[in-house]
């Protein structure tokens, strides 16, 4: 763990110092494994802090503040989907579609059976005017959705997007 001490006395505007704990942070990372989080000492009960207030802000439609603490999640662990998910959600709430589709894709790459991350991601490419790739991600969020009662109501309004372009194309 990096000194506590040591983290007190850093300047976040010298570069220098800024400079040797992320030295310090990737040699730890090098040398035991891990990840950053557990290299600065972050604790599981710490992030989930963060991402609570993240969630707050964002529910709150404080999107610029919910996205700066969401970066900061995924940059001490950037493999957890509910940060990637929360930061795509931001985004796309800012209509910023090709930021929430990066985020969406991203976050499907983490759990690629999860639909609704598909689904979003296939609503921001729409956005955007790419209906041939929206359309394919669209195509997949219905599978995963599949006969899972859970997943009825998100199949359905898929299959109904589906439908109008198939309809629009006649």
Not at 1 to 14: V, Y
Request: hydrophobic share 40%; aromatic share 12%.
């Amino acid at each position: 763990m990096i000194n506590k001490s040591f983290l007190s006395t850093i300047d976040p505007n010298n570069k220098e110092q800024i400079k040797e704990l992320s030295f310090k942070i990737i040699n730890k990372i090098k040398k035991e494994g891990g990840t950053v989080a557990a290299a600065m000492g972050l604790s599981e009960e710490f992030l989930e802090e963060i991402y609570q207030l993240a969630y707050t802000y964002y529910n709150q439609g404080k999107n610029k503040e919910a996205i700066s603490l969401f970066y900061v999640l995924m940059g001490v662990s950037p493999k957890n989907f509910k940060y990637v998910l929360g930061l795509a959600a931001a985004y796309y709430q800012l209509e910023d579609y090709y930021h929430a589709a990066l985020g969406f894709t991203l976050a499907f790459s983490l759990d690629p059976k999860n639909p609704l991350s598909a689904y979003y991601a296939s609503d921001s490419l729409l956005k955007l005017n790419q209906v041939k790739e929206a359309l394919e991600v669209l195509d997949k969020a219905i599978d995963l959705c599949g006969s899972r009662i859970e997943h009825a109501e998100l199949k359905e309004r898929c299959v109904l997007i589906r439908k109008s372009f198939e309809d629009k194309q006649s």
